[in-house]
C-alpha cells in the first residue's frame, strides 16, 4: 500500500488548469486580488495533500497581508471549480487534496501514527459493497480510517 508521501498523482501533472482560475473568479462574481494569486500560485507548485494551516503559512511567506479568512473563502471557490477537494485526518482537521484525481481514501494507524492510501480498487470494493448492503453512497476521499496497521497490531 503507497504511503500518503508517496502520491497516486503523476509527476508530469497538468497545472494548466490554474490558468483559468483569475476568469473563473470574475465569472463568479469575486475579485482578482494579490492574496488569491498569491494562494494560487502557492498551490499551482503543490501536489498531493495540504492542511489549510499549511496553505496559510505559505502563503504568508510571501504576502504578509495574507488572511487565513480570505485563504479558507477562496479554498471553497476553487473546491466548487473542481481544483482542490478537502478531506479530514484522523484528528477531524480539513486537508486539501491539489488537483484531485482519483478517488481515494486514507487509512492512519494509532498506534505508530502512519498513514496509508486506500488504493482505488481497494476503495472501490469497499464503496461496491455498502452501495449492494444500504444504497449508501460513500464518499471515501472526505475521511481517514483509524485503525492498527498490521505491524502494530500484532
Ligand atoms: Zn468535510
Ligand atoms: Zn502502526
Ligand atoms: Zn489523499
New binding site residues.
Partial sequence: MPQVDEHLIDDDIDTSAWDGVPIRLRAAGLRWTPQRRTLVDVLREHQGHVTATELISRCRERDQTTTPSTVYRTLDVLEEFGLVA???GHDGR?EYHVLPGETHGHLYCEACGRQWEIRPETGAAIVDALAADLGFEVDLS?VTISGHCQGCHD
Fill in positions: 478537502h478531506g479530514h480539513e472526505h
